[in-house]
């Protein structure tokens, strides 16, 4: 992936992501992390494959898992 495609793929997913908060208002704090987390580690799992598909959704799932026990108690 060169490197024009692959700021174009992270710009998108860093908008997709803030719109995506902006509808998290009556989230409880535990679904908001899992949220975050799961869009961060897709960012981080597109970024490390180079935009492949399934390190996009193993990056949302780990990230997502993560995000989920951040703070349980």
Do not use: H, Y
């Not at 997709?16 to 009556?26: K, T």
Request: charged fraction near 10%; hydrophobic fraction near 45%.
């Amino acid at each position: 992936m060169n490197n024009t495609k692959r700021k174009s793929l992270i710009f998108l997913a860093l908008l997709i992501l803030a719109l995506s908060a902006s509808g998290c208002g009556s989230m409880s704090t535990r679904g908001k992390s899992t949220a975050a987390g799961a869009g961060i580690g897709a960012i981080g799992g597109a970024i490390l494959t180079g935009g492949s598909a399934l390190g996009t959704v193993g990056g949302a799932a780990v990230g997502g898992i993560v995000g989920n026990q951040v703070n349980k108690k």
